[in-house]
């Protein structure tokens, strides 16, 4: 697929995925969203691809939100398709089975702020805002803002944010646990490189593993999560790289990780 709206590039086993419109402040448009499902979907399939730094060109906007002129035509049938296949992106990203660390280097709302929720870190600028702004225009987060920031946040705090439409700086969010890391404009892109290296210097099975777990045991009770973690323990225990990795400590050198 020809992009138009996005940049694709792979440094040393990461993958960088740039949302390129900041004409419109790297707003979600029908074509934007389906260039962002074809490229994950590559990335989900290319193993020479380990983890994926996704971030938005320019220096205001990451995501400023959907395209309001699209949002304009909808009816209730078409309405919900559109939420779905905007779901159905944050999903992708959210299980696609690697690391994907946001770069937030600017605004981060509405459909932004969803997008850089289903990364598995969140790094950003300390330009950047974030918010669910769409009670202002009259509608409400749908690709997945009611169900993600309550599970980020906590859902006193989501609901003020939600039902306000109002919008938090980048020290805020990081205070509310919505990002991991603030940094400079001029640090951001090293830093998200930085700890992507960090996590593919681990065992990259226990590092899928880790990330299932997470990410599955949050919709299960907590019996049913334990149980989760150890048939995942369990499967990871008898991979080479487990044995690598222990071994590699009692011998007190660096493991020699094979994805297998």
Do not use: W
């Not at 959210?94 to 929720?117: R, S």
């Not at 998200?192 to 919709?219: C, F, N, Q, Y």
């Amino acid at each position: 697929m020809d992009y138009q709206n996005i940049l694709f590039q792979e440094k040393d086993g990461i993958g960088i995925v740039t949302i390129n419109r900041s004409k419109k402040l790297n707003a979600l448009d029908a074509q934007t969203i389906n260039e962002l499902y074809d490229v994950f979907g590559v990335i989900k399939n290319n193993d020479a691809v380990k983890a994926v730094i996704l971030t938005g060109s320019g220096d205001k906007s990451f995501v400023a939100g959907a395209d309001i002129e699209e949002l304009f035509q909808l009816d209730q049938i078409s309405g919900k398709a559109k939420m779905y296949k905007g779901q159905g992106l944050t999903l992708l990203v959210e299980n696609l089975g690697k690391p994907v660390i946001g770069a937030i280097n600017g605004f981060a709302l509405g459909g932004g702020c969803e997008l850089a929720m289903s990364c598995t870190l969140r790094l950003c600028s300390d330009k950047a805002k974030f918010g669910q702004p769409e009670v202002n225009l009259g509608v409400i987060p749908g690709y997945g803002g009611t169900q993600r920031m309550p599970r980020l946040i906590g859902r006193a705090k989501a609901m003020e944010l939600i039902l306000t439409g109002d919008v938090i700086d980048a020290q805020e969010a990081y205070r509310l646990g919505l990002v991991n890391k603030v940094c400079t404009s001029e640090q951001l892109m090293a830093e998200a490189e930085a700890i992507t290296r960090k996590i593919m210097s681990r065992g990259p099975l226990a590092v899928k593993a880790a990330m299932e777990a997470v990410h599955r045991g949050m919709d299960m009770s907590l019996a049913e999560g334990l149980n989760l973690e150890a048939n995942l323990f369990a499967v990871n225990s008898a991979s080479a790289d487990s044995k690598e990795g222990l071994k590699a400590f009692l011998e007190k050198r660096p493991p020699q990780f094979k994805n297998k």
